[in-house]
């Protein structure tokens, strides 16, 4: 067993990833830059320009894994006067970074720190939920979805971005490489430490691909599941409804 696999065992799964974004919170959004080409903001910008809220009415978000804002700003742009998110993380050094970097949120986002696994909302809050790129790290991602479809209002709309799996022959070869090779010393150059990196190539690779995550949205009572690929895999988008 190595230091890294001792850690998650002592720690437990939760606890470990909360040290992994304690480490990482203030470097994170150039971490993502570096390691995608800066190429995750143009997911982000699909994934919103899928949930399409409505320009002419306020809705309500609720924007799990959301620490440092980056769903919940282009939500807010994209939404109808009045609209308003709730960001919730886990990880309290994310959530801080999250205000630091949008003070114009004051006023119209609240952060709470909460599990994804049990969140702290009633039944039937919100019209809108998303999580972007944090279901992977939640141990029991099915509750986190049984969870999602609770606090959705009926006619609410789920949607996750998230790593998912190449569907490229050779090109899957290529970026198995490049995360194995790459992503943990560009890590330690710019974070300082590889092992939080080292965590999320792993991380990627445990997550469920497309159909079966699919399956699991549906488990959770969602209809109309689909998903889209974005750059030929790497991540999706998924989505559902709550009817």
């Keep these: 067993m ?10 437990g799964f939760q606890g470990f990833v909360n040290t992994v974004f304690d480490r990482v919170a203030t470097r994170y959004d150039l971490m993502n830059d570096l390691m995608s080409g800066g190429v995750h903001r143009i997911w982000k910008d699909a994934a919103i320009n899928w949930l399409a809220p409505s320009k002419s009415s306020a809705s309500l978000l609720i924007d799990v894994a959301g620490g440092t804002g980056d769903i919940t700003k282009r939500f ?32 119209k986002v609240s952060f709470v720190q909460a599990n994804a696994e049990s969140l702290p909302y009633r039944d039937n809050t919100s019209d809108f939920y998303t999580i972007s790129f944090g279901i992977r790290n939640v141990d029991n991602k099915q509750n986190a979805l049984n969870e999602a479809f609770r ?40 974070a300082g430490d590889a092992e939080p990196y080292r965590y999320l190539v792993d991380s990627i690779r445990a997550f469920p691909d497309q159909k079966k995550f699919a399956g699991m949205i549906e488990k959770a009572g969602f209809s109309r599941v689909q998903y889209r690929n974005l750059s030929g895999g790497i991540a999706a988008i998924h989505s559902g409804l709550k009817l």
């Design 76 to 107: 807010l742009k994209a939404a109808g006067p009045g609209s308003r998110s709730i960001v919730t993380d886990i990880n309290h050094a994310m959530m801080d970074a999250g205000r630091d970097k949008h003070p114009e949120f004051a006023g």
């Design 151 to 190: 606090v959705l209002k009926p006619g609410g709309r789920f949607l996750c971005l998230e790593f998912s799996r190449v569907q490229v022959p050779l090109f899957d070869k290529v970026y198995e490489v490049y995360s194995d090779t790459v992503v943990p010393p560009l890590g330690r150059v710019v």
């Design 2 to 11: 190595t230091a890294y696999d001792h850690k998650i065992q002592n720690l």
